[in-house]
């Protein structure tokens, strides 16, 4: 594996309609990203490109490399003022039917490369009341 490897996690509870952002920056590198969601009821994420949007709030980011020296060149957001959400790229869900109220995990199969110089938003709709859900986002900048 090569390149330097980057995450942020966190969780927050969310009510039935509510989402979280997740507003990324993309610099002029090669990144490849996967995330991991996990929550107690039904969820989906939503990921758009070709977004526009303002940072405001920078979320911390970890260093998971063995050179602690390193820093990410990727910006994570989680409060922005959106201009544009952009393209829906594609979407996923996790017990989404209504017969089916329960929780768990959503997960990239594989890591998405993120086009550079771009703007991403990775969304989370909660479908449920008191959804408590965490997320853990992995990338390599090579």
Do not use: C
């Amino acid at each position: 594996l090569r390149g330097k490897l980057f995450y942020l996690e966190s969780f927050t509870t969310l009510g039935n309609g509510a989402s979280v952002d997740f507003s990324i920056i993309v610099p002029n590198k090669e990144v490849a990203m996967f995330f991991h969601i996990s929550s107690s009821s039904r969820i989906e994420m939503e990921k758009y490109g070709d977004s526009d949007f303002t940072g405001i709030i920078p979320m911390i980011i970890r260093n998971a490399n063995e050179n602690f020296g390193n820093s990410s060149l990727l910006n994570v957001f989680a409060t922005t003022t959106l201009v544009s959400s952009g393209v829906l790229l594609w979407k996923k869900t996790q017990g989404i039917s209504a017969s089916i109220d329960q929780g768990g995990d959503l997960t990239s199969e594989n890591f998405n490369i993120l086009k550079r110089n771009s703007k991403h938003i990775y969304r989370l709709i909660s479908r449920d009341t008191n959804n408590i859900v965490s997320y853990k986002l992995f990338w390599i900048e090579n």
